[in-house]
């Protein structure tokens, strides 16, 4: 029942996408989930069949029914026909067939965990626990009312779960199955810090920094463009250790400096996080005073953003900033609607014709003047 439904017997194997008859594999659905109780006609009619239904409802649960132990008899399931039973004025699974289901086994090892006090024994718990969770609850049934709250419960049983293991795994330096864990529970639940973080730790631990700041990036502008939110302070602390080369030892200072730039990305203008692009604001206002050059920030707001099949607007206007640009200077996504540029060395015409170029682009693919911009020059520290 997790990740999908379906019932498998020796070499027979029947899923829900393989019959037309959607209330029928309902009917058997809930059936299993409560397949150690009766459950009433009435309980059925009530859950199958609203108000506004013409006909018998008691007369279509029968239906139902037997159309139930149809397929499961079509399916090659042996003795079929006795795997649903009747009486007392309702219907059960037969629990005389020895049968294992995935939610009960997921449930079981979950509480088993939370009751052991061997360490390694709890973590092999909640790890098999992980593995068996293979996606949400009855997904096909998702918008039934008796699925949803099923569903929300197996589904925090699950990310406590990975919490907790990650936490584990981290600790024990076994940062390649954190990774893999990660990466599963991600697709569950793609807006969990914590197993974000848990993420960028992990690959921090194997070296893999250019692959964390690409996740970093991309589960950014997904928090951005998805829910409007920045990333909380724990996941930005991250960010400068994602960035911070490793030094190699035993290098002179000019083959480290040649590291450096090797490792760096040079094409188009250099995007930061935003934290980082804060502190180059602080040095740079810093250095103006001495310098006398002057530098400008520029912000873009978009007043809206358009669904389009190219990602909308924040993703067309990233791409124009980062082409027009150039390498010295500095961009980073500031808010959901929102880019903030430092620009060096210009005046403030040359300056304004940068912003029109990138401004062009835009409206060249949307209404114009779904952008606007405002500039201030870096005032200096007295």
Request: net charge negative.
């Amino acid at each position: 029942m997790l990740g999908g439904f379906v019932i498998i017997s020796d070499e027979n194997r029947i899923t829900e996408q393989e019959k037309r008859a959607s209330k029928v594999w309902k009917l058997l659905q809930y059936l299993i989930v409560n397949r150690h109780k009766t459950v009433t006609q009435e309980e059925l009619m009530d859950i199958f069949f609203d108000n506004d239904f013409v006909g018998n409802p008691g007369s279509s649960v029968r239906t139902m029914v037997y159309r139930a132990r149809s397929a499961l008899a079509g399916g090659g399931l042996p003795n079929a026909d006795d795997i649903i039973l009747s009486g007392s004025g309702g219907y059960m699974w037969n629990n005389t067939v020895r049968c294992s289901v995935d939610v009960e086994e997921f449930e079981s090892l979950c509480k088993k965990a939370s009751t052991v006090t061997d360490r390694d024994e709890r973590l092999d718990l909640l790890m098999d626990a992980a593995e068996l969770y293979r996606g949400d609850f009855l997904p096909g049934s998702s918008g039934e009312m008796w699925v949803m709250p099923l569903a929300r419960w197996y589904r925090s049983l699950f990310i406590n779960c990975v919490h907790e293991a990650l936490t584990m795994l981290l600790e024990d330096g076994r940062n390649d199955e954190a990774e893999e864990l990660c990466v599963k529970a991600l697709r569950m639940d793609p807006f969990d810090e914590t197993i974000l973080e848990h993420h960028l730790r992990a690959l921090l631990a194997q070296g893999k920094n250019a692959e964390a700041l690409d996740e970093y990036k991309r589960m950014e502008a997904m928090f951005y463009d998805e829910l409007g939110v920045d990333f909380s302070e724990n996941l930005r602390s991250l960010y400068s250790r994602i960035q911070q080369p490793d030094i190699k030892e035993g290098l002179s200072l000019e083959l480290t400096l040649k590291d450096w730039l090797d490792e760096a990305d040079f094409p188009g203008a250099f995007y930061c996080d935003l934290s980082v692009f804060k502190i180059v604001y602080q040095l740079e206002a810093r250095s103006t005073s001495r310098s006398g050059r002057t530098t400008f920030i520029v912000r873009f707001d978009t007043k809206h953003e358009p669904k389009a099949k190219d990602g909308g607007v924040m993703k067309q206007l990233g791409l124009a900033i980062a082409d027009t640009l150039r390498k010295g200077d500095l961009f980073t996504r500031s808010g959901h609607n929102q880019y903030m540029l430092m620009l060096h060395k210009l005046t403030y015409e040359n300056c304004k014709m940068l912003i029109n170029r990138i401004l062009r682009v835009i409206d060249s693919k949307y209404l114009p003047k779904i952008v606007s911009t405002s500039v201030k020059p870096i005032t200096p520290l007295v």
